[in-house]
């Protein structure tokens, strides 16, 4: 049972699989070839993230108090779907530009209203698409306000190209924004701000 999960909570999700639509991995090839010169870096992503980073938030942030047997077997909410049913996706990150893309396909799990995304699908993806942009330029981070512009419907199952971009930073304070195309660029479909704001280590969260 251990070595299962833990066989699990080791797969990169952030990688081609079956359900990836053709749209998904010619985007996914052309940014990996963006990474060659190493401009661009693919992010990894598991269920259970067990980095440094994680370690750290739980020492000096978590409460003891929420360390219980759920939090040991809880999972990235993004990363809890069967394959092809909830969120695909594959960050690709340009330090130098403070930039952050994320390919997204929005799998049937996800439905709003019938054809088309849930809005809060649409927010979870952008939240972890900026709350990323925002960690990799200021460590620990929570997201304080996601305001999100719904221009168009995104359709179920269709392939989308999220654009996140770290705008400003005031102390603890980052503000990030993200807009979400269509493959071909014609459509967009949303535009956000965001702010997160870096946790204070004299801070537990309450
Ligand atoms: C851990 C790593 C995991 C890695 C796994 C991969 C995950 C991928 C990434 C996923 C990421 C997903 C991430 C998620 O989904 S995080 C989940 C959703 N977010 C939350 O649950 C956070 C709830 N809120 C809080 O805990 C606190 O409010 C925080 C920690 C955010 C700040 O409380 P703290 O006590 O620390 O700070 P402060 O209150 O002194 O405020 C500081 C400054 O900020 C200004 N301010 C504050 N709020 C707002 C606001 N709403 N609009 C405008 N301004 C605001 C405030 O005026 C002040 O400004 P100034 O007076 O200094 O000028």
Request: proline share 4%; net charge positive; glycine share 8%.
């Amino acid at each position: 049972r251990l070595f299962s999960s833990e066989k699990l909570t080791q797969r990169d999700h952030s990688l081609p699989n079956p359900s990836w639509s053709k749209d998904l991995r010619l985007l996914f090839d052309q940014f990996m070839k963006k990474c060659e010169d190493s401009s661009w870096k693919r992010l990894p992503s598991y269920k259970c993230e067990s980095s440094q980073r994680v370690q750290d938030f739980k020492t000096h942030f978590l409460d003891p108090k929420f360390m219980n047997e759920q939090t040991v077997h809880g999972q990235l909410f993004t990363r809890s779907f069967e394959d092809g049913l909830g969120f695909e996706y594959a960050m690709f990150c340009n330090d130098a530009e403070k930039r952050i893309v994320c390919l997204f396909q929005g799998g049937p799990y996800l439905q709003g209203v019938p054809g088309f995304l849930h809005g809060g699908a649409i927010a979870t993806i952008i939240d972890a698409t900026t709350g990323m942009t925002a960690l990799l330029a200021g460590g620990i981070v929570m997201t304080a306000n996601l305001n999100i512009n719904f221009k168009r419907p995104i359709p179920l199952c269709s392939t989308v190209v999220l654009n996140s971009q770290l705008d400003k930073v005031e102390g603890r304070k980052f503000f990030v924004s993200c807009n979400i195309h269509s493959v071909d660029g014609k459509t967009l479909y949303s535009e956000t701000t965001g702010l997160f704001i870096k946790l204070d280590p004299d801070k537990r969260l309450k």
